[in-house]
């Protein structure tokens, strides 16, 4: 992940390996999830998805590296980078978006400068989401705030 950090080394933020957090976070600067968050996540600077980290919620942010599982909406302002180890159940949303060969991808993309059509793309506010944790609560989240 480095090369697409660079420029933000200061983590202000984060949910480590074997942690498991649900509820919003509205932060500012760089968020690391490599544990389990669920929710939603507004943020002016960069979120970090590692490759243990598994993630069901919306994100807002600049830029956003996904290494790990993340069922949910991406919204980026800058970019989207998905990296090889990187399942992604969403619709994605940025002016630009890098995906690494061995991306497993399920969803709308939706790659544009013009903020028009970045806010008519399509977006999960209607969708319902399920992911088992391996735990006893596999509640469903019925996920109805927008980016």
Known sequence: MDDYTKGQALINSIIGDGTRFRGDLDLKGLLRIDGDF???IRTDGRVLVGKAGRARCLINADTVVVGGIVKGDIKASGKIVLLSTCVMIGNIRAPQIIVEEGVLLHGHCTIS????????????EEALFSVDWGGTDNRSMNSSSGL
């Open 38 to 40: 669920e929710g939603n």
């Open 113 to 124: 400068e013009d903020s028009r059509i970045l806010a008519s793309a399509p977006s999960g």
